[in-house]
């Protein structure tokens, strides 16, 4: 294998000393990493499957005396989780399809259709990106509270996520970039084929972006299941909320070994998706950091 | 194939001169090209009025409209009426303003010393590993994918003073337990490690991605001047980076200026208000005492705080480039 040169020199590397500090800083790293970011993860997962007496009791124990696995079934039983389960994927599919369907054509007229003043909302598209999401948080707030011009009351409905979050600069960017790359020739070959703006916008650009939509998808999916702020201020009925605002709610009433069996079932479908998506999300992380 | 001057390439519907016409007058291309741009012009708008109608209502209205509650003082049955600098004066006499102030800016402070450190030592660690580089980055991101309402309520439940984590592991090889989120000192450094171990994934592999674009013939031709390792850590390793390290640290003091999930789960604000931060004080504000009046106000104060830092800040960095 050839590496890439690094700081650390190869023949520095090789040198019978070199190899003796490369394995020790490996172990320790290693370990470290492992005791830091997989170990609380464990301690969750076990955590929940002790008894309520075992997870008071001090010390802790680091392997379940008893294994009570039925705490996750008696969490999901509890909580109802089912119907906050559901109504975070309702808020969460929800936010991406209003994401993709207003996001996508507008990236694609930008882009390729380049209409007068077209860089003109580009711009005031992207000075919303220098705002602090939080100046926005009241008066979005109360915008959604009464809609100008249609005066609709959104809060509890799950509308109140997904038209905010269609209004995505950095997407709408992103997709942009992408498109741009695209041969204008491919484009003009369909024109002549006969095929107008939608056509080609369906067969020809939406198969090849395959990829940046896979990145805009997931980054929408992932900081839709993640947020709180929001759904916790659009969300006052308790029975429409997402899993987050739930569970913040019943914290302090519930059995903590259910709590926290709860908190695992909502963490998984993200570590699913993460284990699962891995490169789009990382890609989806690299092109968030602005390139030079 | 080139595309014609006029700047589009869709030039749709597709225009072919047909046979056994009578050659157009200039007037009448003109007129037919003007045609054909409104209606390229009209196709373009079609596809972005969804994304103008979210913008309008989701983003530029609001911001227009925060301003303006700003100065008003709202309470949803009668017209909002104009108060002038009312909202501001009632702030500023809150003791809790300056305490939130503080305690934001001790977040953000600490926040950096952890959040910038930590995460570029361990990205240089990293680069540095031939092995099992696949696990670590999977490692260090899981926390990231982890509901922050998830990762606040464990994390108290780690700090609690009897059977929690920490101070099992402390009571362990004999030191004695920490107050953790129990006491006003260590209350607010306790939000931040967890901060940092909640976000410490994507700055690394940042700063990780960043490094890999190193030219390794810098390193070598360091190397044969006579660098040591710490001298290439310095002359090569940070100038290369130094772009992604300058606008990522300005992110983050813009992100972590926000903090309200950890707070708000995990302490509420206190104890003795210690880890009031500007945004929750914002929430209590708009939602508690029902003031969105205050709240607005409070919110442009944080967007001009953070507007003239972020300026005064690529204008220095700028310099130093």
Redesign the interface.
Same mark, same amino acid.
């Given at each position: 294998?050839t590496?890439?040169?690094?700081?650390? =020199?190869p023949s520095q590397l090789r040198t019978p000393g070199g190899k003796t500090v490369?394995v020790i %800083?490996?172990v320790c790293?290693?370990a470290l990493?492992?005791l830091?970011?997989?170990f609380?993860?464990y301690?969750?997962v076990t955590?929940a499957m002790k008894s309520p007496a075992e997870?008071? &009791?001090?010390?802790?124990t680091i392997v379940p005396r008893e294994w009570h696995p039925e705490s996750f079934s008696e969490a999901w039983d509890q909580m109802d989780l089912g119907k906050y389960f559901l109504n975070t994927v309702v808020v969460a599919g929800g936010a991406w399809l209003v994401q993709l369907? !207003?996001?996508v054509?507008?990236a694609?007229?930008?882009s390729?259709?380049?209409?007068?003043f077209?860089n003109v909302?580009l711009g005031?598209?992207l000075v919303?990106l220098?705002?602090?999401?939080?100046?926005?948080?009241?008066?979005?707030?109360? /915008?959604? /509270?009464d809609?100008?011009l249609l005066h609709l009351n959104l809060i509890n409905s799950p509308a109140a996520i997904w038209?905010?979050a269609?209004?995505n600069?950095f997407n #709408?960017y992103l997709l942009k970039r992408f498109f741009d790359q695209i041969p204008?020739?491919l484009?003009?070959a369909a024109?002549?084929d006969?095929a107008?703006? %939608?056509r080609?916008?369906w067969t020809i650009i939406l198969p090849i972006s395959r990829p940046i939509l896979a990145v805009v998808s997931i980054l929408t999916i %992932?900081a839709a299941?993640?947020d709180?702020?929001w759904p916790l201020?659009v969300f006052p009925d308790t029975g429409k909320q997402t899993? =987050? !605002?739930m569970?913040?709610r019943v914290?302090i009433d519930m059995p903590?070994n259910l709590? %926290?069996a709860g908190?695992v079932l &909502? =963490?998984v479908p993200? #570590?699913v998706?993460?284990l699962v998506f891995?490169r789009q $999300?990382?890609a989806g992380?690299?092109a968030? =950091? $602005?390139k030079? | 194939m080139s595309s014609p001057r006029s700047g589009n390439v869709l030039d749709w519907p597709a225009v072919t001169p047909r046979a056994g016409r009578p050659a157009a007058s200039p007037a009448e291309r003109r007129r037919a090209r003007l045609k054909r741009r409104l209606r390229e012009n009209l196709t373009a708008y079609t596809l972005l009025c969804a994304a103008l109608v979210v913008f309008a209502m989701f983003s530029w209205y609001p911001i227009v409209r925060g301003v303006l509650l700003s100065f008003q003082q709202v309470d949803f049955v009668n017209p909002p009426t104009w108060v002038g600098f009312d909202n501001f004066v009632r702030l500023f006499a809150d003791p809790l303003f300056g305490v939130a102030w503080r305690n934001t800016l001790l977040f953000t402070g600490f926040a950096l010393v952890f959040g910038f450190l930590v995460p570029f030592v361990a990205a240089v660690l990293l680069n540095e590993l031939r092995h099992a580089r696949a696990y670590f980055r999977l490692a260090v991101y899981l926390p990231v994918m982890l509901p922050p309402v998830v990762t606040a309520l464990m994390w108290k439940w780690f700090y609690d003073p009897g059977p929690g984590l920490f101070n099992s592991a402390l009571n362990a090889v004999g030191l004695p337990g920490l107050q953790w989120l129990d006491s006003s000192t260590t209350a607010m450094l306790s939000l931040v490690f967890v901060s940092t171990w909640a976000n410490m994934g994507s700055t690394t592999l940042i700063y990780l991605a960043a490094l890999q674009t190193i030219p390794g013939e810098l390193y070598e031709a360091a190397e044969l001047d006579g660098a040591g390792m710490w001298r290439r850590l310095r002359h090569v390793t940070f100038p290369q980076t130094r772009f992604v390290l300058l606008v990522l640290l300005l992110l983050q003091i813009v992100a972590t200026m926000q903090v309200f999930t950890e707070p708000y789960v995990m302490t509420g604000g206190g104890p003795d208000d210690s880890t009031v931060t500007v945004l929750l004080l914002l929430y209590r504000y708009a939602f508690v005492y029902n003031d969105f009046g205050s709240a607005s106000a409070m919110s442009l104060l944080l967007f001009v705080a953070l507007g003239v830092f972020s300026a005064m800040y690529v204008r220095l960095t700028r310099r130093v480039e």
């Open positions: 294998m590496a890439a040169r690094t700081l650390v =020199s490369y %800083v490996f790293t290693f990493f492992t830091a970011f997989l609380p993860l301690w969750a955590g997870l008071a &009791a001090t010390p802790a369907a !207003v996001d054509p507008a694609f007229a930008l390729k259709l380049r209409p007068k077209g909302v005031l598209m919303t220098m705002l602090p999401a939080a100046a926005l948080l009241v008066p979005t707030y109360v /915008t959604v /509270t809609l100008p038209l905010p269609a209004a600069a #709408i204008d020739e484009i003009e024109r002549l006969g107008g703006p %939608v080609t916008l %992932v299941w993640k709180f702020i201020l899993l =987050s !605002v569970l913040q914290a903590l709590l %926290v908190m &909502a =963490s993200m #570590i998706l993460f891995q $999300i990382l992380l690299t968030g =950091s $602005i030079g | -």
